[in-house]
């Protein structure tokens, strides 16, 4: 025992980044408390998880939210710790937990949950969104929220069942307890509001960049890439390709652009191609010169030039 707390100490990190990933943490633990005692609670919305079963006991014996949360996750945390990465998955697991639970009980003791506003539809949109603006800083900081977090990863490190799947299990089940105790109405919008947090989550983890991919099969590939690079400052990469009807060789135009952009460079390509063919894709994110470094996650400094985006 005394060999595994070392290992503990000696295993924990205080860089500067992990530094800011607790900060992050803290600040999404008080985020989300702040959605269970402006909005959750007062309209008896429940959130599905521990916390969420943690209000149902709070509702029904006046047990403190927070306290409950801590106890419950006691033992997912053990399982988390064998199964999730030891002393960094303990660290950032242990801070988000416990800040959580603290910051609902005293701001629930302290502000006494008021009620901003009696409509549900209300507290179910701001509530879901509040809450998965916390959750989502949670994650920036590369921690978790405890409770059906940790389960999710576990069941989808150790039987390849999808992690959303997980979370949807565990919620539908408390969220089914919540309409037994308040009525289907309130666990209506409770599904609601647990949708919303996890798009805002979403939301938050991707950034406000909407990034579009475009795939462009012309006869004009070096004026198309020439003017992309000069006229967007984007880059450009050329794949070699098969006309599957012609069997002919076809190059195509890879490139990434803003949501902004893709106007101009459909501009670009039918001034310089009306024939080309064009294809206009969604990603999640762009990493990389031009866009978001891969090793820190803030932005390039825009007064740099850079080749942006491909090769």
């Known amino acids: ?7 503990f100490f000696s295993e924990l990190d205080f860089s500067w980044r992990s530094l800011k990933d607790y900060g992050l943490i803290l600040v999404g633990a008080l985020i989300q408390a702040l959605s ?5 609670v007062p309209a008896k919305l429940v959130s599905g998880g521990i916390s969420g079963a943690g209000q149902l006991l709070h509702y029904s014996f006046g047990w403190p939210i927070g306290l409950i949360v801590l106890l419950g996750n006691l033992p997912l945390f053990i399982l988390g710790w064998r199964y999730l990465g030891g002393p960094k998955f303990a660290l950032r697991t242990i801070l988000a937990i416990v800040s959580f639970s603290i910051f609902t009980d005293v701001s629930m003791k302290y502000l006494g949950a008021p009620a901003l506003t009696n409509d549900p539809v209300l507290n179910t949109l ?19 929220s405890g409770g059906t977090d940790i389960l999710g990863r576990i069941l989808n490190r150790q039987f390849g069942l999808s992690i959303s799947m997980a979370y949807m299990i565990t919620d539908s089940l408390v969220v089914i ?14 599904l609601i509001m647990i949708y919303l947090s996890g798009v805002a989550a979403d ?12 795939m462009i099969i012309t006869d ?11 006229e967007l400052d984007r880059g450009t990469t050329v ?40 294809v206009v894709g969604h990603a999640n994110e762009a990493l990389g010169e031009g866009f978001v470094p891969l090793h820190e996650g803030t932005p390039v400094n825009p007064g740099k030039k850079k080749s942006n985006g491909t090769t």
């Open 1 to 7: 025992m005394e060999q595994k707390f070392r290992q």
């Open 177 to 190: 307890l919540a309409g037994f105790f308040f009525g289907w109405e309130k666990a209506l919008y409770g």
């Open 126 to 144: 701001y509530g879901g969104i509040v809450l998965g603006i916390g959750l989502g800083v949670v994650y920036l900081g590369r921690g978790t």
């Open 239 to 278: 794949l070699q390709a098969k006309g599957g009807f012609t069997g002919k060789d076809r190059p195509v135009i890879y490139c990434a652009v803003t949501a902004s952009e893709v106007v101009r460079l459909k501009t670009i390509v039918h001034d310089l191609d009306p024939d080309a063919f064009m």
């Open 36 to 40: 269970m005692t402006f909005f959750l």
């Open 203 to 214: 939301r938050v983890l991707e950034g406000s960049n909407v990034i579009r991919e475009a």
């Open 220 to 230: 004009e590939t070096e004026a198309i890439v020439k003017a992309v690079t000069e």
